[in-house]
Nanobody, 115 residues
Framework: QVHMVESGGGLVQAGGSLRLSCAAS????????MGWYRRAPGKQRELVAR???????NYADSVKGRFTISRDNAKNTAYLQMNSLKPEDTAVYYC?????????WGQGTQVTVSS
């Protein structure tokens, strides 16, 4: 059974930092990529950052230069370091994992940035 545990969300003031973690277990198959999406109130879910097994990363334009995604393949864990946070970064952040067979989602973690 696949289990994904997200942590690190919370309330922070604008300009502050948070680090999200996503640990996956019970995965069958090769993990192609891990990533983070977010859904702000009243908006559709959007890609924040994604990293492949080889370490290639891509980011949403809105977070480039502020967020950094990394991955520990041995631990099936992905991290999202978020710096210089803005109120518009407020959202529920979801971890996503794609294997050669299917995709999986975490339960989401709330990030709230106050102005």
């Amino acid at each position: 059974q696949v289990h994904m545990v997200e942590s690190g969300g919370g309330l922070v003031q604008a300009g502050g930092s948070l680090r999200l973690s996503c640990a996956a277990s019970g995965i069958i198959g090769y993990i192609n990529s891990m990533g983070w999406y977010r859904r702000a109130p009243g908006k559709q879910r959007e890609l924040v950052a994604r990293i492949t097994s080889g370490g290639s990363a891509n980011y949403a334009d809105s977070v480039k230069g502020r967020f950094t995604i990394s991955r520990d393949n041995a631990k099936n864990t992905a991290y999202l370091q978020m710096n210089s946070l803005k109120p518009e970064d407020t959202a529920v952040y979801y971890c996503n994992l794609e294997t050669s067979l299917q995709g999986f989602w975490g339960q989401g973690t709330q990030v709230t940035v106050s102005s």
